[in-house]
């Protein structure tokens, strides 16, 4: 059984306890409504295909896909689980959903790359539809993707259907904000625990900086936070006097890894590995990359205050326990879900025809986080993850 599942079905058992499940709604966050698994073609290869579509009792299945040479059905499975739990904490009306290819995007060209994103809608038209299953991007995917997806959609269902899938290009019906969406909701949540908890000098450290870690590192500098640290896949670096991000992503986003980038504008740095983070001496740490990051070998070390789990599963079941103790985690079903939300906000515009501005979709994304985090910090006796669960357990039965 991959650790991911294993993570989820720990995490589910922990929250049927405290909320006293049946024994069938248990089973109900366990086993999926609907799981699709296909060979999706690409000239003469072939990639593995996933679409589970987990539960869908509050709205159609929601949820992103993932191109990634890591992607299995049970890491589907639990990320779209764990969608069905997010989209209830913040209180959407839809459930839960995820979908992927086992591929490294990076080694395809950009043809092969529409071909097969292409060749995946083939595979699953008949399942989804703005009323039935809305997918959206994750690891490994964006609105360019995204936006073949549509247009194939459109094309083998013979009829217009922007709201078959979220975040889209804004020319292609996208919304405004929600390329940002996910890191801006993450600062809201940082904001808000802010007024809470003493985060003394405000220094954080961002792991992972793909599109969530460094629109959260740019939103949470904007609020007066310190980055002292960030990271790619290739390593990160540290500056303790905080770094420039917006730079950091201009030339990041021309291809150039963190710590080249880094090194260039804060001579007075220095190199660290993606361990090394977990383990500073900062007041706030952000994983914004991949699941089981956090685990049993460095929970001990990790000496922030608090966690913002912009990743999807970035702490083990058994490290968050041993973090309990001194770490206040605010937990991805509800820190991530600023990407959720706005694809929810793109879909209701969608559907009404209507383009709201970026603040508008902002001032409702804030209220949505801001609103969902107190909903969350009243039942925190147990920690803000059982909290999370507990209120999305009462929204689902
Ligand atoms: N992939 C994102 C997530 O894990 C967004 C999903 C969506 O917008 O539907 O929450």
Known sequence: MNKTWQNYLKLIDRAAQKSNLTDKQKRDLIEPDRILEF????????YRGFRVQFNGTRGPYKG???FHPQV????????????TIKTAVVDIPMGGGKGGIEVDPKKLTKKELEELSRNFVREIYK??????DVPAPDVGTNSQIIDWMVDEYEKLTGKKAPASFTAKSIKNGGSKGRLEATGQGGSYVLEALAKKIDLKEGTVAVQGFGNVGAQFALAAKKL????VAVSDSSGGYYFKDGLDIAKIKSRKDKGVSVIEAAKKIHEGGREITNDDLFTLNVDVLVPAALENVITTDNAKEIKAKAIIELA?????AKADQILKEKSLIVPDVLANAGGVTVSYFEWVQNKKGESWSKKEV???LEEKMK??????????ENGLRDAAYALAMERLF
Request: aromatic content about 10%.
């Open 39 to 46: 060979e999706v073609p690409l000239g003469d290869k072939k």
């Open 64 to 66: 992103g896909l993932r």
């Open 72 to 83: 299995d059905l049970d890491e589907v499975k639990a990320l779209s689980g764990w969608m």
């Open 127 to 132: 399942h989804i539809g703005p009323d039935k």
């Open 224 to 227: 007066g936070f310190k980055i």
């Open 312 to 316: 999807n599963g970035p702490t083990t």
């Open 362 to 364: 902002f001032e409702k």
């Open 371 to 380: 609103k969902s985090f107190e909903e969350v910090w009243v039942k925190k």
